[in-house]
């Protein structure tokens, strides 16, 4: 398995975010990249809200134009602003409720998603930040607000014929059931992926309702294997922490039955399925084939704990971030998202190319 492995420079990157009467070519009719999720896609609007689930601080942002902190929990670009600039779209999907962009930046793009949160309310409120239901609402808001400036009529093609991309369900894991103990105590695994499932199918149906009709759903990867999750998994040597893989895994396999039937339910409903698991095992397993040195930690600091507000400015890090397959200890480095962004263009979002 092979990949195209290079950054595009951010020359001139936000100066040309900004032209607002600029022409944008996309490719296969995806009018505009939609993003719901968590902090895998947040590009900053966790910057926003009272929450300590923040990177709007150096040394994040520290490739991303210059070094600018922008909110994304990264050293610089994610997944979904990899995917945008691939169908021709801006090479940034701007956070929602951030004040310097206005509906003519978020006509061709827009990221609802928030650091922390998951499928499971409960897990919005560990670190108090927008749920799932939350950034339905802004979903909401936001298709008024086009309709405003495109009209009914564009409005809705605009709707229809964008890329709504969701990841979602690490935090609910990592954060809630295998941290705390009240999930653990009421519902087995299964019973805890069966439940998260249900809220998929309910979110699902709204967003289609609401006029959604192209939608692709990013997979769980291991999450047991990233640095955090080895830290604390004392019994086996800081290796990966199978129990929550296994989790992960069983979420996948209910996802994959949950999206046939609603291929076959919803008329005219394109959803697809980013499955990027055995991807990150390979990395993990083959770190060099994909240009990493190191993988089992993050490149922030001791890279086995920090995040967040731990990863700060006072805090060393690598020399060259390209070469670790995390930033933090918990989130992916920038050549590791673009990794994932150009398989899920090369697997299941290549329908919309």
Not at 228 to 240: D, V
Not at 282 to 294: E, L, Q, R, T, V
């Amino acid at each position: 398995m092979s990949f195209v492995h290079k950054h595009k420079p951010c020359v001139l990157l936000l100066l040309m975010f900004s032209l607002l009467n600029y022409t944008y070519v996309t490719r296969a009719d995806v009018s505009a990249v939609i993003v719901f999720g968590d902090s895998t896609v947040d590009s900053g609007n966790n910057n926003f809200i009272t929450t300590i689930a923040k990177s709007n601080f150096r040394p994040y942002g520290k490739d991303y134009c210059g070094g600018v902190p922008t909110g994304r929990f990264s050293n610089g670009r994610l997944p979904t602003d990899f995917i945008s600039e691939a169908f021709g779209l801006p090479q940034i999907v701007p956070a929602f409720l951030d004040p310097s962009y206005t509906i003519k930046h978020f006509a061709s793009g827009v990221c609802f998603a928030s650091a922390g949160t998951g499928w499971d309310r409960a897990t919005a409120g560990i670190f108090n930040v927008i749920s799932i239901r939350k950034q339905l609402e802004y979903y909401k808001q936001y298709q008024r607000m086009l309709k405003e400036h495109q009209g009914e009529a564009k409005a809705k093609r605009t709707l229809r014929e964008a890329l709504h991309v969701i990841s979602l369900g690490s935090n609910d894991f990592i954060e809630n059931y295998f941290l705390l103990p009240i999930c653990s105590s009421q519902f087995t695994v299964s019973e805890y992926v069966s439940f998260l499932i249900s809220i998929v199918n309910n979110f699902v149906q709204e967003i289609y309702k609401l006029g959604a009709r192209k939608i692709g759903i990013i997979c769980l990867g291991p999450i047991g294997c990233i640095p955090m999750e080895r830290t604390i998994n004392f019994a086996a040597l800081g290796n990966c922490r199978e129990e929550t893989n296994d989790a992960a895994r069983e979420f996948n396999v209910k996802l994959q039955q949950l999206v046939a039937t609603l291929n076959t339910e919803l008329r005219g409903l394109r959803i697809v399925l980013g499955d990027i698991f055995d991807l990150g095992l390979d990395i993990i397993s083959n770190p060099s084939a994909y240009g990493f040195k190191n993988i089992a930690k993050g490149c922030c600091w001791t890279g086995l704990f920090e995040v967040s507000i731990l990863c700060n400015s006072l805090s060393p890090t690598c020399r060259n971030a390209d070469k670790y397959g995390f930033w933090d200890a918990v989130h992916l480095s920038q050549s590791a998202y673009h990794i994932v962004a150009e398989y899920l263009l090369e697997t299941a979002f290549s329908v919309f190319l």
